[in-house]
Structure formats: C-alpha cells, structure tokens
C-alpha cells in the first residue's frame, strides 16, 4: 500500500510538471501579448454586469490617487470615511462603501442621461474611482488635517483634459458633513472665495457655542454642524452682499425662543429656502430652481453639497440626524436637474449611514443618483465649453487667414 501510495504521488507530480510546462512554465517563454491580443480579451471579459465585477463606483477604473501621483484624471470620486464629528447617530463612515454598491446599475455602456443628452460616463472626462482617504476614527484633529492635506493634494493636480479644466473636479462621497469644511479649504487656493449650494435640513452654520458644554473645547467647534461657519470665519466663503450661498430644503428646529439662529445665518451671507417652500411657491421645483439660479449664476465657482437628510425619513432613513418633512428623491432630481448651469468646481454627498436604511438601498440609491445628476451637469457643461473654444479657435485661424491674403506681394 505504501508503494501504491508512493507511486500515485510520482505520477501526480509528473503530471503537475507536464501541465505547468504547456501552460508556459519556466522553460516556456513568456507569450508576448499585442494590442489586438488584448483588445480582443477586453472584449470577451472586460464589461461587467451591474452585480458584477469589485464595488467601484459605477464600475469606473479604480486608482489609490493619492498614492499614485502619475495617473491623471478631470474627475475625481474620493470617498471620505469619517463620521466622528456627528451629533446624532453614528455611521455614516460607511456611507462611501454603500454609495459605491448602490451605484452597481450605472455603467458606461449604459450611461446616457436623456435629461441631459449626454453619457458623463463617455465623455470628454476621464472620471476615476479614487478609493478613501484613510481618515483616522480616533482624533478628530488629525482626521481634519488628512482631509484637509488630501483634497489639497489631489485638487492641485494637473486634469487630463487641460482644454477644458485648469485643476482636476472632485466629487466627495461621505462620512459625515463636517468634510465640507476640508474640501473648501483646498478650493479656497485654486479659485479664491467660493459660493455654496447646500441642500440640507439644517442650517449647518451654526456658532460652535449653541452646543452648550461645561466642556468647551477648541476642537469640539469643528462639527458637522458648524463647519460653514468655521469656513465662513476663516474666509473661505464669498461674503459680498451680491454673491451669497443657499441653503435648500431647509426644515430644522431653531436654539430657544427666538429667531436668532436665522438672523446669524443671514450676517453668514446665506439666502434661505425651505422645504416647504417646494409646495408654498406656486411653480414648486421650477420656482426652487429659479430661486437658486438668480441667487448663484452660472459663472462663480460653487461647490454643491448634499446632505442626504434633505429627503424625507420615507425615502432616505439611512442617515444621521433625519427630519420628517422633507422632499421627495424626485422632488431633489428634478431640482438638481435644474441647477445644471451652475459652475460646480467640487461637490459631495454626505451623511448616508447605511446601518438606518431598509434592505433595498433605498437612501444609498438616491445617493448614487445625486451624484450621477450632478456628473451629468458637470460632463454637460464641460462638453460646452470645449466646443465653444474650439469654435472661438476655428474663427480667429479664419480672421488670420484672411488677413494674410489681404496682404499684396510687394515682390
């Protein structure tokens, strides 16, 4: 039996070798692969379908960018894992994951927004999926300084698409909404001042102070709560009369008796509108639209930032802090939608905490889509100002063609 044994594992390794050397082993050079070689394997295996393939969002080309400094992109999904400056429910650290699976059903293939008329996916943008900052949980200050460091990194970058875009866009899937306040500071350097949309239940420019505490302390001001009026003091905000931000979908609980929480907001430079205001106008979104257009423009830098609380609990339970009253997923498409026209140089969604929501998604879905919308508009925009330059182009080539055949041979 022991030679029987013995003999049967010769064989088997006789086999082994046999096999590893008609696969290419050692002895066999290694294949040299040609383009239309590896055109033709991506072919065969290089599309996924939505339940398939590593949780990338919308199955777009993962890159660590930070720890890869050569691989260019126009626009940036960068996820944020941080929720240690709630003031609610915990969780939202995995909100970026769920966000990522959510959007399982956006591909290229299947990419184009008749809204729009155009697939951001198949573009002029090279759109990467750029992982997580690796925000540490256990100091609040540190995790301030990654995020801060980290946008700054990759929002001085060169873009691919230099025709169109001076610095690459950065797209931020949260962690809580405290991120916003390191995301402004990175645009503060590249674009000055910055105006902001912000769709949100609550005010979110709240004096650290109204949190009362025996227990102050210096970091406790940095909040998700507080951090438009960090940036605010720190210059980070347009604070012209003529160049405000706007809150939207406002619906949140006031400190005391009075109306002074809306009063510093108004000294903060904010144009205020409020969900109930989708149903008291009576143009309803349209008029929401036009509210935040004629505050805005289309010419100043915004950042767009959306709290996924500015739903109601019925259609994004998932998150930190909800407040019944809210707008509905398609009351805030239809709005993002809208507001394409803005120049958006940065945005976020933030505030989604998957362990609240049902066993359909439904809050990480609606998250997936603000970000296609607002991809949409950005791409859309893009798209129109690469042509309006390649237009301005072709008319002063004609002009200068035309002046040198003005000019006579003197010869």
């Known amino acids: 039996m022991k030679l029987g044994a013995a003999a049967y594992y010769l064989a088997a390794l006789s086999s082994g070798s046999a096999l590893v050397r008609a696969c290419g082993g050692h002895d066999t050079p290694p294949r040299e692969w040609s383009q239309e070689d590896l055109d033709h394997l991506e072919e065969k295996w290089g599309v996924d379908w939505g339940f ?9 080309k993962h890159v660590r960018c930070l720890t890869t400094p050569s691989e260019l992109f126009d626009i940036a999904i960068i996820g944020a894992p941080f929720d240690t400056a709630v003031s609610y429910r915990p969780g939202a650290r995995f909100g970026p994951r769920a966000i990522r699976a959510a959007s399982a059903r956006q591909t290229s293939f299947r990419g184009f927004n008749p809204r729009a008329n ?30 801060s460091a980290a946008f700054e990194e990759l929002g001085a970058r060169a873009p691919v698409s230099t025709d169109v875009l001076s610095r690459p866009k950065l797209f931020t899937l949260g962690g809580d909404h405290s991120l916003s306040l390191p995301a402004l500071r990175a645009l503060r350097k590249v674009y000055g001042p910055i105006r902001v949309l912000h769709f949100d239940a609550h005010l979110d420019t709240w004096h650290p102070a109204k949190y009362p505490s025996a227990w102050a302390s210096d970091q406790a001001h940095f909040n998700h709560g507080s951090m438009f009026w960090i940036a605010g003091q720190e210059g980070l905000l347009a604070n012209s ?11 949140t ?24 205001d989708m149903d008291d106008l009576p143009g309803g979104t349209a008029d929401v639209v036009a509210r935040i257009m004629s505050s805005l423009g289309t010419e100043d830098p915004v950042y767009l930032s959306v709290d996924i609380d500015v739903l109601d609990p019925a259609f994004a339970p998932g998150t930190g ?13 239809r709005v993002l939608r809208g507001v394409e026209g803005l120049n958006v140089v940065g945005a976020d969604v933030v505030e989604v905490a998957p362990a609240y929501q049902g066993a359909g998604e439904e809050t990480a879905l609606a998250a997936a889509q603000v970000v296609y919308e607002v991809l949409s508009s950005m791409v859309k925009r893009g ?29």
């Open 52 to 60: 398939s393939g590593i949780s990338t969002f919308a199955h777009l």
């Open 118 to 147: 155009i697939n951001p996916y198949q573009n002029w943008a090279r759109i990467l999926d750029c992982g997580d900052i690796p925000t540490t949980p256990m100091d609040n200050a540190v995790a301030l300084r990654q995020m």
């Open 241 to 251: 009369t003529s160049q405000p931000s706007v809150h939207a979908g406002l619906r």
């Open 253 to 276: 609980r006031l400190s005391g008796e009075t109306f002074g929480d809306y009063e510093d907001d108004t000294a903060q430079n904010w144009v205020r509108i409020s969900a109930d």
């Open 321 to 333: 802090t909800p407040e019944p009253g809210g707008w509905t997923t398609r009351e805030l498409i």
């Open 383 to 411: 798209a129109k100002e690469k042509a309006a330059a390649k237009g301005a182009a072709k008319v002063t080539a004609g002009k200068t063609a035309a002046a040198e055949g003005d000019v006579k041979d003197e010869l």
